[in-house]
């Protein structure tokens, strides 16, 4: 992969990877636990403030895998690892890379 190319990547996934920052920032407050006192969530009911507090933790899981998907990436592309397939070690072709920049493995290996 050309330098260009991997400092691409980089600006990509540092993007991303401040955009998820924010995302949970965002979300914390939906995160707390939901309070036993009625006159905190307004006019939603207990049963709905506890769903949306699951659904908020269940798309922080996400994000933090994400996360942990990305800073591996961004080991891989300081350490001049990046773009190569973990299992063959053939280049994995930059249109996968641009669909996903954290892919371990090239399209035959990941049977895709
Ligand atoms: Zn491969």
């Known amino acids: 992969m050309k330098d260009a190319e991997r400092a691409r990547f980089k600006t990509i996934l540092t993007a991303r990877r401040a955009e998820l920052a924010a995302m949970s920032r965002d979300s914390a407050v939906a995160r707390k636990p939901v309070e036993l006192d009625q006159q905190s969530v307004g006019r939603l009911t207990r049963q709905d403030a506890l769903q949306q507090q699951a659904m908020a933790n269940a798309q922080e899981v996400r994000r933090v895998n994400e996360q942990r998907k990305i800073d591996a990436a961004l080991t891989r592309i300081d350490d001049s690892n990046y773009g190569w397939c973990e299992e063959c070690g053939e280049a994995i ?20």
């Open 93 to 112: 072709a930059v249109r996968r890379l641009e669909i996903d920049p954290t892919a371990l493995r090239c399209a035959a290996c990941a049977g895709a």
